[in-house]
């Protein structure tokens, strides 16, 4: 083999070595995390079939940044989230925006919540409210006029295309108070193709069949893929 050619094949090699790095490091695993414990300002809140406590102001449904309840570790901080269901298959979502994904690359997620909830599985608060997350390739919004969503949850107590089940918000019976539960998807990961800017909205929702006020504190919310 003559040196121009030695030199051509190793050039090549360094290159195609240079571009598999640049790919694995585009396709590298995402790591999220938010814990709340400095703000709650990348997720925004939307909602739809609810309705205010208080005609007047707009608290259908408030998010705010809250140490955990009485009974757990009060100096940990929480999202606070309380919403108000006064019509069948009310839906209220938080949804965050993440940037600097693989463009068009699909990529599978798994979600694992924390949070504080003072409902028994024995109670209707407790179990006909489902938790649910998922991703979408577009901003997740309600429109102001009709008040539809514009992506798929499904019914309260399955997936949609958007969104899937970890569950409900029950505590664990055995314990009086607040108690902390986790939900998750561990075991069916969930897809989402990134748009073509390499962004996907993250979003966590109720979908309720109770017809009334739910309350809970989330503590944690991890997404991986």
């Known amino acids: 083999m003559s040196k121009i050619t030695k030199y051509t094949f190793y050039l090549i090699f360094i290159t195609l070595c240079a571009c598999q790095k640049r790919s694995e490091s585009l396709l590298a695993i995402k790591n999220y995390r938010s814990n709340f414990q400095?703000?709650?300002t990348a997720w925004s809140k939307g909602y739809s079939n609810l309705k205010p406590a208080d005609?007047?102001?707009?608290?259908?449904?408030?998010?705010?940044?809250?140490?955990l309840p009485t009974g757990l570790d009060t100096?940990?901080?929480?999202?606070?989230?309380?919403?108000?269901?006064?019509?069948?298959?009310a839906i209220a979502y938080i949804q965050s925006e993440i940037k600097g994904l693989n463009p068009?690359?699909?990529?599978?997620?798994?979600?694992?919540?924390?949070?504080?909830?003072?409902y028994p599985a024995s109670s209707d608060a407790g179990s006909k409210v489902y938790l649910k997350a998922g991703a979408i390739s577009y901003e997740p919004m309600?429109?102001?006029i009709?008040?539809?969503?514009?992506?798929?949850?499904?019914?309260?107590?399955?997936?949609?295309?958007?969104?899937?089940v970890l569950g409900n918000i029950a505590k664990d019976a055995n314990?009086?108070?607040f108690g902390i539960i986790q939900r998750n998807n561990l075991s069916r990961p969930f897809s989402i193709k990134a748009n073509s800017e390499g962004k996907i909205w993250l979003c966590i929702a109720?979908?309720?069949?109770?017809?009334g006020s739910s309350l809970f504190s989330l503590e944690r919310i991890d997404a991986t893929s």
């Open 38 to 40: 400095q703000s709650i």
């Open 55 to 67: 005609t007047a102001t707009d608290t259908a449904f408030t998010i705010l940044r809250a140490n």
């Open 75 to 89: 100096t940990a901080y929480s999202l606070k989230w309380t919403s108000h269901n006064l019509q069948k298959n």
């Open 104 to 118: 068009n690359h699909t990529y599978q997620l798994t979600f694992q919540l924390q949070m504080a909830s003072a």
């Open 142 to 144: 309600t429109n102001p």
């Open 146 to 164: 009709t008040g539809l969503i514009n992506f798929d949850k499904g019914l309260p107590a399955e997936d949609g295309r958007d969104l899937y």
């Open 175 to 177: 314990r009086s108070g």
């Open 206 to 211: 109720t979908d309720s069949e109770y017809f």
